[in-house]
């Protein structure tokens, strides 16, 4: 038998490392906590689990993990918009330059 809260816990710590690499902006470390995530998530049977003895626990974790994933994404959104601009910015420099570099 699985040990649900555990595993969840485990998840939960995963998942608050991802946010804190998000919030430096080192989305490498945030794709390989989620691969780990994405491993220890394997283990967990939800449909057993919460059903079980741990239910509780297992699903106070999950619901913390559902909440931290949301900072997640709104970050990775923010994140992808900035980098977004930048390109825009360096495209835009890119055509003014070679722009230049035909007048002259």
């Known amino acids: 038998m699985h040990n649900y809260p555990v595993i969840s816990e485990k998840i ?7 946010l804190k690499s998000a919030q430096a902006s080192e989305w490498k470390m945030v794709q390989y906590h989620q691969q780990s995530r994405q491993l220890l998530l394997k283990d ?37 918009a900035d980098l977004e601009k930048v390109l825009g910015s360096i495209q835009r420099g890119r055509k003014a330059s070679l722009a230049y570099g035909e007048l002259g």
């Open 44 to 80: 967990l049977d939800l449909s057993r689990g919460l059903a079980g003895q741990y239910g509780k626990s297992a699903a106070a974790n999950l619901r913390e993990i559902l909440s931290l994933n949301e900072i997640l994404v709104e970050l990775s959104v923010h994140a992808k």
């Open 12 to 18: 939960l710590d995963v998942t608050r490392a991802m």
